[in-house]
């Protein structure tokens, strides 16, 4: 775990001293598609809506509805597993209390081949029994008072019986001006809400009539955005609050004032039930194009994606293809790029969401061929992360101690620091998720112990094996941090060596 610097001033160094100049090396974040696989479809003459999907621990699962067709018993699931093999999966719908066939778009995974299916007022445990889907229960949406929900996330992996509930959509309420964010931990074992909280987030709530996506969840982090802040809210798995992490973009708040000085509190009373009247007072306004965050996804347990739309000016041509998307480390607390780099990559950029498995992410487009044969296709696309995006800066190798008060494995001290390209000065927190290959060669790790920790020859050898899994050629060093000076060395950081 390397921690940004943002310091770029070359350091000089009297004349006897070793010095390096500053790298400030370029973060790879690269979007590249890695397969695109052409769906034979159940029926070519049926178009299917295909704008939601949710995720199991191996596969990408896309629920399909008929376009224009409002008669039909069966919806289509196309699964893609990690190893990008198609199947189609068929279910019976179920009928709602008008009688008519129940449509469920969102759903979660559970253990042995079940899923929790979604619809307006229930909730399906459904099996996979080949390629169909076989409804085990049916469970009522629980009905608490001022709580409407309209999407299903997992939490606590797939083996819980716990799911989170939210709405993000603005439900017009007789008691209040607008709605605001609703989320509710869901014991569907009990039937039961265990944990709840509600975000007010303004006036930003009326954009929830775009598709953006501001909730994504980890098996032990729920993170929210808010629509018109720079902010994204952190909480845990009881929806207790661990962190407001604050995207280094505030030009989003134009945003916030915009909707503040255009839907005033008259106008939205006056069409309190009409919100299509809003609506589209925001889109002739240009809403689209003012900046917020767009889309957030956990990458894996530790890395939150964010997109933003930036502040783009009205008569851009570009405003839809250029967008800026940011990472952001849990554990490290920090962006590996604060300023967020300018992605044009479609995939990334549609209105779908974004659902991160293995660094690929599934998206579905369709086309028509010469013959007039409609045909959809999954688009595989992997995100490559460099985690070499750090900037090095220089050191002073007096603040070092020397070699022979070093401890190692071996018992041979008998090189110096000037052996090496790149010195990482770590302790217990290394980071667990970055492997940095061959990027990083003739790497010192200098491991420092607190003086109260254990350091016997088990736990060295632990931390060897670590490193040696972070970097291909690194060789590990121990010392205890009363013999470095922290005012001089971080951390956690990388400093590449040059001799002069």
Same mark, same amino acid.
């Given at each position: ?255 916030? %004032?915009?909707?503040?000085?255009? #839907? ?5 009373? /006056? $069409?309190? !039930? =009409?919100?299509?009247?809003? @609506? ?77 498995? %293995?660094?690929?992410?599934?998206? #579905? ?5 010469? /013959? $007039?044969? !409609? =045909?959809?296709?999954?688009? @595989? ?120």
């Amino acid at each position: 775990m390397l921690f940004v610097s943002h310091a770029f001033m070359l350091r000089s160094f009297l004349s006897f001293l070793l010095f390096i100049t500053i790298i400030s090396s370029v973060f790879s974040q690269e979007f590249s598609i890695k397969k695109q696989i052409e769906i034979n479809p159940i029926n070519n003459n049926v178009f299917y809506d295909y704008f939601e999907k949710f995720q199991c621990k191996n596969r990408t699962v896309v629920p399909l509805i008929p376009l224009y067709d409002t008669d039909f018993d069966t919806l289509f699931f196309l699964t893609i597993d990690s190893s990008n093999n198609v199947q189609w999966l068929q279910w019976k719908c179920e009928k709602d209390k008008d009688g008519d066939s129940d449509v469920c778009t969102k759903g979660v995974c559970l253990l042995n081949n079940e899923m929790l299916l979604m619809s307006q007022y229930y909730l399906y445990r459904v099996k996979q029994k080949g390629n169909k889907l076989k409804t085990v229960k049916r469970i009522k949406l629980p009905q608490k008072e001022n709580f409407d929900f309209e999407s299903i996330y997992q939490i606590n992996g797939n083996s819980s019986n716990h799911i989170l509930l939210v709405n993000t959509y603005n439900f017009s309420r007789s008691d209040t001006l607008h709605d605001v964010f609703r989320l509710a931990k869901y014991n569907f074992k009990k039937k039961k809400i265990e944990e709840s909280l509600t975000l007010d987030v303004g006036k930003g709530i009326f954009l929830s009539h775009f598709s953006y996506q501001w909730v994504t969840t980890s098996n032990h982090n729920i993170a929210v955005a808010h629509p018109c802040k720079p902010e994204i809210y952190l909480f845990n798995n009881n929806l207790s609050s661990v962190d407001t992490i604050v995207v280094d973009y505030p030009e989003i708040y134009k945003t916030k %004032n915009f909707l503040d000085s255009i #839907l005033t509190n008259n106008l939205i009373l /006056k $069409n309190k !039930y =009409k919100t299509a009247n809003l @609506i589209k007072l925001l889109n002739e306004k240009k809403i689209v194009r003012f900046p917020k965050i767009e889309k957030i996804a956990f990458i894996n347990e530790d890395l939150l994606f964010i997109l933003i739309q930036p502040d783009i000016s009205i008569n851009s041509k570009n405003w839809s293809k250029n967008k800026l998307h940011f990472i952001y480390s849990i554990s490290n607390q920090e962006f590996y790029e604060t300023k967020g780099l300018l992605s044009n990559f479609n995939i990334i950029n549609s209105s779908q969401p974004l659902m991160f498995a %293995n660094n690929c992410t599934v998206n #579905l487009s369709d086309s028509v061929d010469s /013959k $007039n044969e !409609y =045909k959809y296709y999954a688009t @595989i696309s992997k995100l490559s992360i460099d985690f070499q995006s750090k900037y090095m800066d220089a050191i002073d190798l007096q603040v070092l101690p020397p070699f022979s008060m070093l401890e190692n494995n071996s018992s041979s001290n008998t090189v110096d620091y000037s052996n090496y390209s790149y010195i990482m000065v770590a302790d217990y927190s290394a980071c667990s998720h970055c492997k940095f290959d061959d990027k990083f060669k003739n790497v010192l790790v200098l491991h420092v112990f607190s003086d109260t920790d254990r350091h016997d020859k088990a736990t060295k050898l632990f931390y060897i094996k670590k490193y040696e899994q972070m970097f291909n050629s690194v060789s590990v060093y121990f010392c205890t941090d009363s013999l470095l000076n922290f005012q001089n060395l971080k951390k956690n950081h990388i400093y590449k060596m040059e001799c002069d």
